[in-house]
């Protein structure tokens, strides 16, 4: 059988143990909701990482990152196939080459990097490792459009100390734990047949890393325990969330032209007669109609609002100027059902809302008048009832950073409007909710999700959910919210922690390779 390594490591073992990471790591997410295996999950893969020679551990890398990402994304390939309208085959084909741009370059650079410095004993090298691993999901999420889906961090949104870090790191600094915990049992493995120098580095290490761990944990226990007195400064507003389970179609087509409207009223109708909600909220697409060009529409809305004295805020498409531009936009009625506000989305999802290559016909939805989405320009947080609000319409709750410009322009709380129905797969909702629901830690604010089928949730601004509907139920849900104006240091600083990591892993690989040029 042929060697895979410079120690005699059999192909197939390196192969199984690479599988089984991505595979331990990918039920680290919802729905399986097997959190703790993120700590040890990446140990297999360093183990293989070690033992290959250099071209097979990019390989390996490259291999981590499909299995990885098919175990997290699966829907994808499904998805791709019905919205282009294409074979089964395609999506397969379009799924495995965007995980591999997107993901590849990235984690064979960090196989590349932990190999070249796998001699290095050292208690730092579990941090230096986590620091890698850190540079490699940056460039994950700031290269080309994007990807944040699976970041190592983001499978600890129910560890409610833990994450709670991020209003000064961002999700890096949970995924720097965690990789530097799995850096660190491996060393501790490998110290077992090495001399005492190593041991003694290997168990360094793991007190660090440990150290860092429970000062991580004490720093979240320090922000929850400060909670209740810092919530209890500003009056909470009642605001009540519609969930209405309809599907809308993965396209727009005309003959869903104000389909859903009835359902929505009447669910809107029901949550006023239970409570008094200041805000109302419908999801993304909740409006399968152009609102500025149905009066009637409106009027029928403005019947149930002037009836509580409560705004709405819904999703919906809007069209302006000849030959029309078409927006994926969020609109604040007021309780007459006058338009009284409007925010355009700013940063589109490729291939569904625009096309970035326009010349392959077959990649272009055909479906009716709505083709393709303009990007809105910059708007003022909405005026609504409970505070300004910084909407955040489907993907761009993803990005932290799109979270931030929301509360650089004033907003007091998040709002992210989503259509989470056109997939179909409850994995892909519950994954993304665990993603958005880190923007409230990040922002210390407030985060309200109104999705089409779930779910749905109000989370207070230590990532607690104080209110949430169950997935793929036609229902509604209430809660208060409060209005913040804080800044925390991840508003102030943004990503400087990941980026400091990157440098301190590229410094490391510089002084590695002037020691062996000695």
Not at 83 to 97: V, W
Not at 197 to 225: E, K, P, Q, T
Not at 314 to 323: L, S
Not at 377 to 404: D, K, Q, R, V
Request: glycine residues 8%; charged residues 15%; contains cysteine.
């Amino acid at each position: 059988m042929p060697s895979f390594g410079p120690r005699g490591v059999l192909l197939v073992p390196t192969l199984v143990s690479t599988l089984v990471s991505a595979l331990l790591y990918g039920l680290a997410f919802p729905p399986f909701g097997s959190h703790l295996l993120a700590w040890v999950a990446l140990v297999p893969l360093l183990l293989a990482i070690r033992a290959a020679e250099p071209r097979a551990a990019l390989g390996l890398a490259w291999l981590w990152l499909l299995v990885m990402a098919w175990t997290v994304g699966d829907a994808l390939p499904r998805a791709v196939a019905v919205y282009f309208e294409q074979p089964t085959l395609f999506g397969i084909g379009f799924a495995i080459a965007l995980f591999s741009l997107h993901g590849a370059p990235y984690y064979m650079a960090f196989a590349a990097w932990y190999r070249a410095l796998r001699h290095w004993e050292s208690p730092f090298f579990p941090l230096a490792t986590g620091a890698a691993w850190v540079g490699a999901e940056l460039g994950r999420v700031k290269f080309l459009t994007g990807n944040p889906w699976a970041l190592a961090g983001y499978s600890q949104m129910h560890a409610t100390s833990l994450i709670q870090i991020a209003d000064v790191t961002g999700v890096y600094g949970v995924s720097f734990v965690l990789v530097a915990v799995n850096a660190a049992l491996v060393e501790l493995w490998l110290s077992r047949t090495r001399g005492p120098h190593a041991r003694r580095a290997a168990i360094g290490g793991a007190v660090l890393v440990g150290a860092m761990v429970l000062l991580a944990s004490a720093y979240g226990r320090f922000r929850l325990a400060g909670s209740e007195a810092a919530s209890s400064g500003a009056p909470a507003v009642p605001i009540a969330i519609v969930q209405g389970n309809l599907d809308v179609g993965s396209q727009w087509r005309p003959d869903l032209y104000g389909r859903n409207l009835d359902t929505y009223l009447r669910l809107t109708d029901r949550v006023l007669r239970d409570g008094h909600p200041a805000l109302v909220l419908w999801p993304e697409s909740a409006m399968t109609f152009f609102l500025d060009d149905e009066p009637l529409y409106r009027r029928a809305i403005g019947r149930v609002l002037s009836a509580g004295g409560v705004e709405l805020l819904a999703g919906g498409p809007r069209a302006a100027g000849q030959p029309p531009q078409y927006f994926n936009s969020a609109f604040l009625l007021n309780p007459a059902g006058d338009v009284a506000g409007r925010y355009d989305k700013q940063y589109l999802l490729p291939f569904a809302e625009y096309f970035p290559f326009a010349r392959l016909d077959f990649l272009n939805r055909r479906f009716g008048r709505a083709r393709v989405f303009t990007p809105g320009t910059p708007t003022p947080p909405l005026p609504t009832a409970a505070g300004s609000a910084g909407i955040l319409i489907c993907n761009e709750a993803l990005f932290p950073e799109i979270a931030a410009a929301r509360v650089r322009q004033g907003a007091a709380y998040l709002v992210n409007l989503a259509n989470d129905s056109w997939l179909g797969d409850r994995k892909y909702a519950v994954r993304v909710f665990d993603i958005i629901l880190l923007r409230a830690v990040e922002q210390r604010r407030y985060l309200v999700r109104v999705s089409t089928s779930g779910p749905s949730a109000i989370v207070d601004p230590w990532g607690r959910i104080r209110a949430a509907t169950a997935l793929e139920t036609q229902t509604t849900t209430a809660g208060a919210i409060a209005p913040s104006h804080d800044h925390t240091l991840y508003y102030r600083v943004g990503d400087l922690f990941a980026y400091a990591c990157t440098a301190a892993a590229l410094v490391a690989l510089l002084a590695r390779a002037r020691r062996l040029r000695r």
